[in-house]
């Protein structure tokens, strides 16, 4: 589980890190990582969301993949900037992945989009 302080929950704020200005987005075959930095929270601790549709499956398969991005996003916290805000959303590939197929696919998508 993430700490509170690093959680994403507001509708305005996911929409904000997906498609607002400044957002960069990196995706591959299992996941899509949005990233967005602004001037308003540079102090910030840099905050994780979760979009995992049902086209990845039904609610054990989401919960599990769910769970699994968010235990290898815990690890990679500190290497995100301060007041950066990320969604990482599932596409439907992700259902079958292992944990160490979301952990790869992860670290690359985040650095790329936190690099932009």
Known sequence: MLPARHRLRESADFTAAVRGPGATRAGGRLIVVHANRTDARAELPPRVGFVVSKAVGNAVV??????????????????????????????????????????????????KACRR
């Open 62 to 111: 989401r919960n599990r993949t769910k769970r699994r991005l968010r235990a290898s996003m815990a690890t990679r916290l500190h290497g995100i900037p301060a007041g950066t805000d990320v969604v990482v959303r599932a596409n439907a590939a992700a259902a079958g992945a292992t944990y160490d197929d979301l952990d790869v696919a992860l670290e690359r998508q985040l650095a």
